[in-house]
């Protein structure tokens, strides 16, 4: 499989279940501003959405949509249990979450990415992300991983978010089990070889 990637976007976390998965895989780095691989492609021609994380499968089909990348990852490894079996009340307690991480994390943390956005919206998207970490540190209360005890791909995917906050100044640390949850997580095997192979942090 090859990832379509950018350093430290959300498509880190399927970046970190390729390689939890043990699967085998190739990176192409994406230029987002001007939608270009590293390699000259034009990114539009693989991702008609122009934004990463795309996965190019072994028969050369594409997969966009971070939620849907990771599942599909896991259920290539129905051993590692990354993913709850389809159909089961599980994997829709799962799906709930990851809506969740993706309409309320994600896009909420995502738009404060954007340069030149009135001083009232951040305020009303800080106070909206605000209420959002509070379910964060309930869930998360006394807890290793968001979900069933194990290590899933909501991990990779909260991780993924909650590793911008520093950088849009919202105060994580004002939630005690969120902060110690982010903490473990990124001392993964497979969140520090992803992170590594992006360029994040030193080998
Ligand atoms: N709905 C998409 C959103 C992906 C997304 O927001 N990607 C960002 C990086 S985190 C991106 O590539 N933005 C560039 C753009 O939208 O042009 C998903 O879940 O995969």
Redesign the pocket.
């Known amino acids: 499989m090859k990832l379509y990637y950018?350093s430290g976007?959300?498509?880190l976390a399927p970046h970190i279940i390729l390689a939890e998965c043990g699967e085998k895989y190739t990176l192409e780095k994406v230029d987002?501003q001007n939608k270009k691989t590293e390699s000259g492609k034009d990114f539009l021609l693989i991702n008609m959405k122009?934004?990463?994380?795309a996965l190019e499968l072994n028969n050369k089909e594409i997969l966009?949509?971070?939620?849907v990348i990771l599942q599909y990852i896991a259920h290539q490894h129905p051993a590692a249990q990354l993913v709850a079996e389809s159909n089961s009340f599980e994997h829709y307690k799962m799906l709930e979450w990851l809506s969740f991480i993706?309409s309320e994390i994600?896009k909420n943390f995502?738009s404060l990415f954007a340069p030149q956005i009135p001083e009232t919206y951040v305020e009303m998207i800080k106070a909206k992300i605000n209420n959002r970490l509070k379910v964060l540190e309930q869930a998360l209360e006394g807890k290793q991983y968001l979900f069933a005890n194990r290590f899933t791909i909501l991990d990779a995917y909260l991780f993924t978010v909650l590793r911008w906050a520093h950088h849009l100044k919202i105060p994580v640390e004002n939630f005690a089990a969120v902060t110690d949850y982010f903490s473990r997580i990124k001392e993964r095997p497979s969140v520090k070889q992803a992170m590594q192979e992006e360029g994040l942090i030193k080998p």
């Open positions: 950018s976007a959300c498509s987002l122009g934004y990463v994380p966009t949509e971070v939620g993706s994600h995502g």
